[in-house]
């Protein structure tokens, strides 16, 4: 069924986001033998190609252009069409980051394709392949098949293993050139927040801290164990309405959805909105003062204490090892 299928190489700040590599093993899978074909757009992105074709990609179409240099749906969807023009694909992955959210329904609609979103698991491979899909804030499991048409995936970032990178792997790097025109916006600078650190939807690690870290200032415990672990900040949004942190931070129902390896929750009570954003992370490490806070119901390891001495002792131990 999926006998070629195009993966959405995502770029931010020049560095290929690992979620690309991930969609290129779902690819394989559901391409059962088939083509992978890996698909850059940005203004000089060609360089990028070696890295998709050393995590498995048989080849790479790039689209450059100066008004690809930034993301908008109008120019990446006039891009991504005319690489689906030449390519014919039956297959097409993206990652479901805020980029293939707002991109993947507009195309799976001028594609006059389905789009089955938020993926975690793919069971199976070619036309048998079955996705997963978590529904109701993450309460139950969809099991998706797809009877005709292009098989258009987002997949969850964190849940698919990528293949191992073999820089030995060649394939061919082809250019399409298309005029990107008549955009309803052109991104004329892009002044970013200043972020450091681990990309929190991709983070390995997350140490979030919820209403219970009480300002601005107890936040820096977390980070600063969240720096020792090589991981990254979140929060609730009882945290961010508080202003002891930025929105871009929020986890849950209207926040980021993340799957870590391990998840550290401190001073969150644990409502279904923030479940909804971090239920699926592998281990959940809660702290909480109130033995009966809802997020010792997800908990692998609760530790019921005041985070103020409980972090610190954290720090000092993984100091110590
Ligand atoms: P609280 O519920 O106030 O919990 C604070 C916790 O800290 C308590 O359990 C307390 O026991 C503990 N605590 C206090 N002091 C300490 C201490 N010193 N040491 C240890 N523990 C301590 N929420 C999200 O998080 N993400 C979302 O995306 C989201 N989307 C929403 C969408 C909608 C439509 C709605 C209606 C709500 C949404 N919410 C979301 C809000 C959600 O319902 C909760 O209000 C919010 O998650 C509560 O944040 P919190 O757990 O930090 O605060």
């Known amino acids: 069924m999926a006998n070629k299928v195009l993966v959405l190489g995502e770029v931010r700040e020049g560095v290929l986001r690992n979620v690309s590599f991930e ?5 394989k899978q559901i391409a059962d033998g088939g083509e992978v074909v890996g698909v850059l757009l940005g203004d000089s992105v060609a360089n990028l190609a070696s890295e998709l074709i050393a995590y498995g990609a048989d080849r790479v179409v790039t689209v450059e252009h100066p008004h690809l240099k930034s993301y908008t749906s109008d120019g990446y969807s006039q891009a991504f069409l ?14 479901h980051t805020s980029l293939g959210k707002d991109l993947s329904p507009k195309l799976a609609s001028r594609l006059s394709s389905g789009l089955i979103s938020d993926v975690t698991e793919i069971e199976g491979s070619g036309e048998g392949a079955v996705y997963i899909r978590p529904i109701y804030s993450g309460k139950a499991f ?7 048409g292009i098989v258009f995936v987002t997949i969850r970032p964190n849940n698919i293993k990528p293949l191992e990178k073999n820089a030995s792997r060649t394939g061919d790097v082809a250019s399409i050139s298309v005029d990107v025109q008549n955009l ?31 300002s601005a200032e ?11 672990l090589g991981g990254a900040v979140g929060a609730s949004r009882g945290a961010c309405d508080a202003d002891y942190c930025d929105y ?24 279904i909105q923030h479940l909804a954003g971090m239920s699926n992370s592998k281990v959940i490490v809660a702290i909480n003062k109130d033995p009966e806070a809802n997020i010792f119901k997800v908990a692998d390891y609760g530790i019921v204490g005041d985070l103020f001495e409980v972090i610190p002792m954290l720090i000092e131990e993984f100091k110590a090892l």
């Open 23 to 27: 969609a290129i093993a779902a690819a």
């Open 82 to 95: 005319a690489v689906c023009e030449q390519e014919k694909p039956e297959g097409i992955i993206f990652g």
């Open 142 to 148: 969809e099991k998706v098949k797809v009877k005709d």
């Open 218 to 228: 107890g936040f820096e415990p977390l980070k600063e164990l969240a720096n020792l």
């Open 248 to 271: 871009s931070l929020q986890i849950g129902q209207t926040g980021k959805v993340v799957t870590p390896d391990l998840y550290i929750a401190a001073g969150i009570s644990g409502a």
């Open 184 to 214: 309803r916006t052109i991104i004329k600078d892009v002044v970013r927040k200043a972020t450091t650190g681990v990309d929190l939807s991709e983070a390995k690690i997350v140490v979030a801290g919820g209403r219970g870290v009480k």
